[in-house]
């Protein structure tokens, strides 16, 4: 029987990628529902952004399968990619063009017509907080902006599964509450939001729930308080545990 | 149907006429340096004609169809350059992750780029025919149809040599010397019937080659000695398609059918 969550959000089961030797996916098992932001974390080379571009189809797994909205991303590219949104890590705009040009190349290139890109755009830069750099070019823009620009890329059509690959690293904290807030109101729409961050403090404020990725696999799953409650407790008077002492005992174990 | 691959196609060529707007340095340069060679080199292929040295090429017909074979050559290096931007810029990826299929980004990029080269063209032949006197034999449509096959061909061995390169400037030598090369052996600056023999014997190996008996073709005879040098080109252009489809979704990683195979199958 298919479940809700089969059909609507994401599911990624048995991945494995090799690069030569090397196991960046290794058993990788993901599924993150509708409306829901999954915080994945993990060491570097754990296997955050592989899993990454396997789901948005930039990878071929060698094997294990990823689902969105029910269908497999490797048997069903076309019907797959409108329905997902990715800001990977690295800045990947135009700089020689302007944020306006940016985000009008990426509205059509989702189908959005030249009305509903204008009226969308407007809404994401205001979330984002972009309005008054919409006439620079992209390489003029501050390290915050580029990395707002680059989410407001990702969010315009509104994915159903909005895969954000560290895009709060070097940002501001203006940069970062208005990034969050803007994932907030994408994942309130009902999309599926895999947010992937070395900022534990930030899941937090996403209300997120928690996966833990080490060597190639999830090796936590779950809500963060339930997850926290696994760890021993500390003496009384101790301050309670953190997600940073969850991250320290499980991808050290 | 679905207007939804138009819509992305016009995004596509947008954008990419923007970019190449943003940067016109390079093809006004190529454009003005193929104007003042016609110029230098016409007296030249003038005084080459009187002797009978190359009848093949004429004095101003010679000077236009070479500097347009070769400046649109090294024009070719502006859009491979912009090809080779989408990978260091990252956005390759972005284009791939998005609902266009791969045909679809490949001609969102080319024809803005096919436009300038063909541009870039007429304005070589059109100050030819201004100030030189240049009329084409075969009549204008046909040394339009050499100037279209020629543009496309060079677009297309461009989107070949983009996805060999991997820095641009391993791009900017190998374009440097593969201009020149074709220019070379396709008789553009020395007629071919000049040339030594072995290196006339592997002239036909060069698109150039084609090219100039295309546009010699229109200009001195008529539509009809046009068929095989444009079919030539269609080969070439093929080769170039060949390697892009080849190297170039390879790199890509897109999802292939071996792949789909291996993961429907799960871990060995």
Not at chain 1, 32 to 45: P, T
Not at chain 2, 11 to 40: C, F, K, N, S, W
Not at chain 2, 85 to 93: L, M, S, Y
Not at chain 2, 251 to 264: F, N, T, Y
Request: with cysteine; glycine share 12%.
């Amino acid at each position: 029987m298919t479940t809700v969550m089969e059909t609507t959000g994401l599911q990624a089961t048995g991945l494995v990628k090799h690069f030569g030797t090397t196991a960046a996916l290794d058993g990788f098992d993901l599924s993150v529902a509708a409306g829901e932001i999954a915080g994945l974390i993990g060491h570097n080379g754990a296997g955050k952004t592989t899993f990454a571009r396997v789901t948005a189809g930039l990878l071929s797994p060698d094997a294990g399968q990823v689902r969105v909205a029910g269908m497999d991303v490797a048997q069903s590219p076309a019907r797959v990619r409108p329905l997902l949104g990715l800001a990977p890590q690295e800045l990947a705009l135009y700089p020689t063009a302007t944020a306006r040009e940016n985000l009008y190349l990426f509205a059509g290139l989702y189908g959005l017509r030249r009305r509903e890109a204008r009226q969308r755009i407007g809404q994401v830069v205001d979330a984002l907080v972009l309005g008054g750099v919409l006439g620079r070019r992209v390489r003029d823009l501050s390290g915050g902006q580029q990395r707002r620009l680059q989410a407001a890329t990702a969010m315009l059509h509104r994915p159903r599964v909005l895969l954000l690959d560290e895009p709060t690293v070097g940002a501001d904290p203006v940069t970062r509450d208005a990034l969050l807030a803007a994932v907030r109101a994408v994942a309130a729409e009902g999309a599926a939001v895999v947010y992937t961050t070395h900022y534990l403090p930030e899941l937090d404020t996403l209300n997120a729930t928690l996966a833990v990725a080490d060597h190639g696999r999830v090796v936590a799953r779950g809500d963060r308080a339930a997850l926290l409650a696994t760890l021993p407790r500390g003496a009384a008077g101790d301050p309670p545990p953190t997600l940073d002492d969850l991250y320290r005992r499980l991808v050290s174990a | 149907m679905s207007r939804l691959p138009v819509v992305r196609l016009a995004a596509e060529v947008r954008h990419q006429t923007t970019l190449l707007a943003r940067d016109p340095g390079p093809m006004i340069g190529y454009l003005v340096m193929g104007l003042l060679l016609i110029t230098v080199t016409r007296p030249l292929y003038i005084a080459l004609d009187r002797l009978g040295a190359a009848p093949a090429a004429a004095g101003t017909d010679q000077a236009a169809a070479g500097m347009a074979v070769m400046f649109s050559l090294f024009a070719l290096k502006i859009g491979a350059a912009h090809l080779l931007n989408e990978r260091t810029w990252h956005t390759w990826d972005r284009l791939r992750s998005s609902p266009a299929s791969f045909g679809e980004i490949l001609a969102g990029k080319s024809v803005p780029i096919l436009i300038a080269v063909l541009g870039q063209q007429a304005l070589l032949f059109g100050v030819s025919a201004a100030a030189f006197g240049l009329h084409p034999a075969a009549g204008w449509p046909a040394l339009a149809a050499c100037a279209l096959a020629w543009s496309a061909c060079v677009l297309l061995l461009g989107v070949g040599a983009s996805t060999l390169a991997r820095t641009p400037a391993q791009l900017s030598a190998a374009g440097d010397i593969f201009a020149l090369l074709t220019t070379v052996l396709g008789g553009a600056l020395v007629p071919v019937a000049l040339l030594p023999g072995w290196l006339r014997a592997i002239a036909p190996a060069s698109p150039g080659y084609w090219a100039l008996a295309a546009y010699h073709g229109a200009l001195t005879g008529s539509a009809s000695q046009l068929g095989r040098p444009l079919a030539m080109l269609g080969v070439f252009a093929l080769v170039g398609v060949g390697v892009a489809a080849l190297i170039g979704a390879g790199q890509s990683g897109r999802l292939r059918p071996g792949a789909r195979a291996r993961a429907a199958r799960g871990p060995a």
